[in-house]
């Protein structure tokens, strides 16, 4: 079992800039593949960013290209999510998850582990 915890949400307002952490625990880190994503209230979880588990470049959603950057710590087994100029959209519920031996996807299916979300309030 892989253990996921989210952290460093909070409020902001627009332009500001947030980062976001996601620490493992339970299974050797580096054999997993990480992603981020997000669910806005009444909305349906949607894909933010992924790296493969063997590392490389990281996968971004459209949405939040050249706004927000995915790193992974292995020896420290965490990943971040810097996130800048916010904008209202972004406000959500921010999850991490894992896919264990996992490359780069944007589906929900396609994960095996969840943490339980950091929530990141942006307001006007």
């Known amino acids: 079992q892989l253990q996921l915890v989210e952290s460093g949400g909070g409020l902001v307002q627009a332009g500001d800039s947030l980062r976001l952490s996601c620490a493992a625990s339970?299974?050797?880190?580096?054999?997993?593949?990480m992603g981020w994503f997000r669910q806005a209230p009444g909305k349906e979880r949607e894909f933010v960013a992924v790296?493969?588990?063997?590392?490389?470049?990281?996968i971004y959603a459209d949405s939040v290209k050249g706004r927000f950057t995915m790193s992974r710590d292995n020896a420290k087994n965490t990943v971040t999510l810097q996130m800048n100029s916010l904008k209202v959209e972004d406000t959500a519920v921010y999850y991490c998850?894992?896919?264990?031996?996992?490359?780069?996807?944007?589906?929900?299916?396609?994960?095996?582990?969840w943490g339980q979300g950091t929530q990141v309030t942006v307001s006007s």
């Open positions: 339970g299974r050797a880190f580096s054999f997993y593949a």
């Open positions: 790296v493969r588990w063997t590392g490389g470049s990281t």
């Open positions: 998850a894992a896919r264990y031996l996992g490359s780069g996807s944007g589906l929900q299916r396609d994960y095996d582990y």
